[in-house]
């Protein structure tokens, strides 16, 4: 069964802490996203990634970098969370070209909480 | 910018009514749209694509209409059932394969 893991699906930190998110896919996608999802706003995007150490900012990058070492691991940082990065985080990832490459697959989500 | 909008924002319908979520969008130059459902607490499960050349998808119980030109889709589900019960979210793909997201519409099917 193909998926979209990421690792934490809960997280409770503090401010100032840096935070790590981490996602993995096996479905050998070139295209990795990331975004959160808040209440009213819907879903935002953050960062994406084409390729394996390409980066994209997306919407809302601020306050969050991210990591494509590995084709099939994208990491999102935020080097010193804030309490208004508490959020729903959602990574996706999609086949480069053709019909499906605009056809996401959802990991679970992690909810993060900054204190 | 794009912008995307469902309304209602919540619904709540008896067991085997059809029903219809609708979608909005304010720029007509999409690639596609796409309807996903949301379980609480959980990721994104993609229904259908409707790619900007066509007018209707479905798969089982799910219809999807597009009207590119007049910036809509609805998602019409037959004869509801308890296990419907999610959020819908519909997005549209525009320039650089980003997708824009509605807020979503909050469906509870009650026996």
């Known amino acids: 069964d193909v998926k979209v893991t990421q690792s934490s699906r809960y997280l409770v930190k503090r401010t100032g802490e840096k935070v790590f998110l981490e996602c993995v896919q096996d479905?050998?996608?070139?295209?990795m996203f990331w975004y959160r999802q808040d209440p009213g706003l819907g879903l935002r995007l953050i960062y994406f990634?084409?390729?394996?150490?390409?980066?994209e900012k997306g919407d809302i990058p601020e306050g969050y970098s991210v990591s494509r070492e590995k084709k099939e691991r994208f990491s999102l940082i935020l080097e010193s969370a804030s309490t208004n990065q508490t959020s729903m985080y959602l990574c996706?990832?999609?086949?480069?070209?053709?019909?499906?490459?605009?056809?996401?697959?959802f990991g679970a989500g992690s909810r993060l909480t900054v204190l | 910018k794009q912008e995307v909008t469902q309304i209602p924002a919540a619904l709540s319908v008896p067991e085997g009514e059809n029903l219809v979520l609708n979608c909005s969008f304010t720029?007509?130059?999409?690639?596609?749209l796409q309807w996903f459902r949301q379980d609480p607490g959980k990721g994104l499960t993609s229904l259908l694509l409707?790619?900007?050349?066509?007018r209707e998808q479905t798969s089982g119980r799910l219809n999807a209409s597009l009207d590119k030109s007049s910036g809509r889709s609805t998602l019409y589900i037959a004869a509801s059932q308890p296990g419907d019960s999610a959020t819908y979210l519909c997005?549209?793909?525009?320039?650089?394969?980003?997708?824009?997201f509605g807020t979503g519409t909050r469906l509870q099917v009650t026996l």
């Open positions: 996706a990832s999609s086949p480069a070209g053709g019909s499906g490459a605009n056809v996401l697959t």
């Open positions: 479905m050998d996608h070139e295209n």
């Open positions: 990634s084409y390729d394996v150490k390409m980066k």
């Open positions: 720029d007509s130059a999409i690639y596609n």
């Open positions: 409707i790619q900007s050349s066509q």
């Open positions: 997005a549209v793909t525009g320039t650089a394969s980003k997708l824009t």
